[in-house]
C-alpha cells in the first residue's frame, strides 16, 4: 500500500488466506508481539508461516519461538541461508517435520 509502512511481522496459518496477525513496526515491544504469536499459535493446529520484515526481525522470533516450542519444529528460512539449508528446510516444512517457519 502506498505511504504505508510495511509491518513488522505477519503469521498465515497453512490453511489461511488473510494474515492472523500483522504487527506494526511501531510497537513498543518485540516481547509484546512475541507473546501474541505465540498465543496464536497455541490455538492453531498444523503448521503457521511467519513473516518478518528483515532477517534479524526473523532471528529474534525464532529465539523466541524456540523457548516456547520443541526446537526441532522450529525453523527460519531467508535468502542468506545455505543452498543446501535452504533445501533441508523446505524439506522438512514439506515432509510436517518443522511446523513453524
Known amino acids: 500500500m502506498i505511504g ?4 513488522a511481522a505477519m503469521l498465515y496459518a497453512s490453511s489461511a488466506q ?3 496477525v500483522q504487527s506494526d513496526p ?3 515491544t518485540k516481547g509484546k508481539l512475541f ?13 503457521a508461516i511467519i513473516y ?3 532477517v534479524g526481525e526473523c532471528d529474534d522470533m525464532t ?3 524456540k523457548k516456547s516450542y ?3 519444529t522450529t525453523g527460519m528460512y531467508h535468502g542468506k541461508l545455505k543452498s543446501t539449508e535452504q533445501t533441508a528446510l523446505s524439506t522438512n516444512w514439506k515432509n510436517g517435520a518443522i511446523k513453524i517457519k
Request: hydrophobic share 30%; aromatic share 0%.
Open 52 to 54: 518478518g520484515g528483515t
Open 18 to 20: 488473510k494474515p492472523l
Open 35 to 47: 507473546q501474541t504469536v505465540i498465543k496464536l499459535l497455541n490455538n492453531l493446529e498444523g503448521r
Open 4 to 7: 504505508m509502512e510495511k509491518p
Open 70 to 72: 520443541n526446537s526441532n
Open 63 to 65: 529465539k523466541a519461538l
Open 26 to 28: 511501531s510497537q513498543k
